[in-house]
């Protein structure tokens, strides 16, 4: 039910814009609920680095703060992580899915910052 795309491998300091269909979610089920982005590093948990609300209303985590901008288009049910400064560190697997992680977790998206 979730597709991410956009990964790859970019050199510290670029950029990166990821994308999220929300492919089969209905249109309430997707305008009613926060969405976010989240990743998971080689020996990590994963972990929550952006949200946005139903009214657009969006939170980061200190690690990512004034770097990433996550977005959404409501007509496309799609969302969007605009990553840019990238730093090795941002290297995980990214993934979306609903605050409440209400909806299976797709194959993610491989981001690769290379020192």
């Known amino acids: 039910q979730l597709v991410e795309s956009g990964g790859g491998l970019v050199q510290a300091g670029g950029s990166l814009r990821l994308s999220c269909k929300a492919a089969?979610?209905?249109?309430?089920?997707?305008?009613?609920?926060?969405w976010g982005w989240y990743r998971q590093a080689p020996g990590k948990q994963r972990e929550l680095v952006a949200s946005i609300t139903s009214d657009r209303s969006t939170d980061y985590a200190d690690s990512v703060k004034g770097r990433f901008t996550i977005s959404k288009d409501s007509a496309k049910k799609m969302v969007y992580l605009q990553m840019s400064s990238l730093k090795p560190e941002d290297t995980a697997v990214y993934y979306c899915?609903?605050?409440?992680?209400?909806?299976?977790w797709g194959q993610g998206t491989q981001v690769t910052v290379s020192a």
């Open positions: 899915n609903t605050l409440k992680e209400s909806l299976n």
């Open positions: 089969r979610s209905i249109t309430s089920f997707f305008n009613g609920n926060s």
